[in-house]
């Protein structure tokens, strides 16, 4: 799995790897987002029915993880801990109520072999979101350039929810360029993988 803050190469890093190793790239399904975006689920929906939804499309996508899993490797960009570092960003909820909550899906869920954590700068993080293709930035990099608190709220908890799931290696990819991030993903991969 790849996982980390916006901003820091998940994306490009989980396709150079489906590349490299020939998985498939799974992200939550294009139903879920969606279904996300038409109903502004990030803005106008309160915290427990967001996070229900969450837990609904993380079920969802471990289930297609579990099928493809028989065929061929699996990188996640983007997991369970995605969601719930969101919620607790935002302090919608304390970490002891959010694993009250959802503990009891946890055995349903494939755990990661390893979770490649990808981290940078703030400034860093910030400058990659304005360079991206021109689009509508999503609701979390609107948060994002707005508030280093928030990236580094988000960061801490993505840190600590995608650690409870498996084991974690971490790529700190501020001075990198794509390619970069792509050959120290490999090789630290190679190294602890």
Known sequence: ?????????????????????????FHYPVEFVAFREKVALDTDVSALPRLLYYLGATLHLSDLVRQQLTRSAVICDRYLESPLSLLLAES??????????????????CVPHLTLFLTAEYE???HRIRERMPRRRTRVEQLVLESRAF???????????????????????????????CEATVALLERDG
């Open 92 to 109: 919608c909820f304390v970490e002891a109520e959010l694993d009250r909550i959802c503990t009891p899906f946890e055995p349903y869920l």
């Open 151 to 181: 990236f580094d709220r988000r960061e801490q908890a993505l840190r600590q929810q995608a650690r409870k799931r498996g084991p974690l290696v971490e790529l700190d990819t501020t001075r990198l360029s794509l390619m970069g991030m």
């Open 1 to 25: 799995m790849v996982s980390g803050c916006n901003g820091v190469g998940k994306s490009t890093v989980a396709q150079a790897l489906s590349h490299r190793f020939g998985a498939v790239v």
């Open 124 to 126: 860093t993080a910030c």
